[in-house]
């Protein structure tokens, strides 16, 4: 009976260990499998929300350069060309004071637009919570506002291209940097979108110096 009874509580104890074992492992597998799930849904969302940002970054932008420059912006306010005797450009120098205002009213006035854009969310299709890809397409479109506008920076270049014979043709360019934010439930991710628009341009006659057809003006 002893030996019996011993052999019992043995084969108990094996079974209640195997059942914790079980248990745990199950609760391991849960968890991964949520995981899994969550950050499968976070990258569908942020995907879909960038994709449908892209726009609104766009078209942002260009209202807030077409807000900000209401009038034409004269090449000579932007820069200034200095000349030799022989006619020669010997010095092409930037109005850093216009600039300045320039990028600076541009960014806060994209910023401003944008921001108001994304308040009201952007679509995405209600099966993309699904985390599944090929399902990430269909479904009710939905308002997802879980998006903001991190932060806007403005810079100015210009490029030189050859129109004729000691004659060149300078652009002169805006370049936006939109930064947005996408959160979902504890994670969140920041992407960036580019937009370049023309803000003015010139035909330079003489020749231009290597240092500036290279260089950023």
Known sequence: ?????????????????????????????????????????????????????????????????????????RYSELIAVEKNSDGDIVMISANALKINVITRDIAQNTERILSEKLKNGVNVPILAFSGIAFLSGTGKQIKYRYISVSGVDCDISGEFKSVGINQTLHSVFVTVKTRINVEFLRSSKETEFFSKVLISEAVLVGKVPEIYLNGRL
Do not use: H, P, W
Request: proline share 0%; glycine share 2%.
């Open 1 to 73: 009976m002893i030996e019996c009874t011993d052999q019992y509580i043995y084969y108990k104890r094996r079974r209640i260990k195997k059942r914790r074992f079980l248990v745990f492992f199950a609760i391991i597998l849960l968890v991964g499998i949520i995981f899994y799930q969550q950050n499968a849904v976070f990258k569908l969302i942020v995907n879909i929300c960038k994709d449908n940002s892209y726009a609104l970054s766009a078209t942002s932008v260009n209202q807030a350069v077409s807000l900000s420059l209401k009038e034409e912006v």
